[in-house]
């Protein structure tokens, strides 16, 4: 089941922040994080785990509601280099297949 | 810092000719995936490989489709009989554990024309 994600796109002005939502019709085991610039691979960004672990770069943060199956995650202080495509990607079981969502486009201006 | 690297970078193959797809996974790692992603839209799951064997596919990855570890480097992608809809960009990806962080590989444009 694909996870759904909100929005398709945003807008941002350097400096803005921006909140990037994941959710999931099943219980999840974990959600994962990519971004993908135009013409590149995917490129990863966190995982977060039930029962709260996680693991990712510094400087992005997110957050996984387990009673709602339900990931988001928060662009603070945006820069230019944040542009690109975000995809959630959910495992229902620990050695499940990541499955991504459609992705939500962010577009930053200088 | 180590990556995963893919060749060729484009292919252009005629419908119904056979395509080998080759990916060199992180050294260390034992876990690879292969995805496609058609231009504009998600990045889909194919397959996952570990220990030698498929560990899962999805309803994409058919019987025209084989993946081949010939050796300690190498993890391929075979598509028998190509199809236009199998005009795509394809990516590997490798881990250290089954569900941790992929790493992906700057991916294949295949177009079947």
């Known amino acids: 089941q694909q996870p759904v994600q909100s929005p398709q796109a945003v807008i941002l002005r350097e400096g803005e922040d921006a909140v990037i939502n994941c959710s999931s019709s099943?219980?999840?085991?974990?959600v994962h994080w990519y971004r993908q610039k135009h013409g590149e691979a995917p490129v990863f960004l966190m995982i977060?785990?039930?029962?709260?672990e996680q693991k990712g770069h510094d400087k992005i943060s997110a957050s996984f509601n387990e009673k709602k199956q339900q990931s988001s995650l928060y662009l603070t202080a945006s820069q230019l280099s944040y542009s690109g495509t975000y995809f959630c990607?959910?495992?229902?079981?620990?050695?499940?297949?990541?499955?991504f969502g459609k992705g939500t486009r962010l577009h930053i201006l200088p | 810092e180590p990556e995963v690297t893919q060749t060729p970078s484009h292919q252009v193959t005629q419908m119904g000719q056979e395509v080998i797809l080759r990916c060199v996974p992180i050294?260390?790692?034992?876990?690879f995936y292969w995805y496609r992603q058609i231009l504009g839209q998600k990045v889909e799951f194919l397959v996952s490989f570990y220990n030698n064997e498929i560990s899962e596919k999805s309803e994409i990855f058919d019987d025209q489709f084989s993946v081949e570890r010939p050796d300690g480097s190498n993890f391929t992608l075979k598509i028998r009989s190509t199809k236009l809809e199998d005009s795509a960009m394809y990516f590997c990806a490798s881990s250290g554990e089954f569900g941790s962080e992929q790493y992906f590989g700057p991916g294949t444009r295949l177009t079947v024309t």
């Open positions: 099943k219980a999840l085991y974990s």
């Open positions: 977060l785990l039930k029962g709260g």
């Open positions: 990607g959910t495992e229902i079981g620990r050695d499940d297949k990541i499955i």
């Open positions: 050294s260390n790692h034992l876990y």
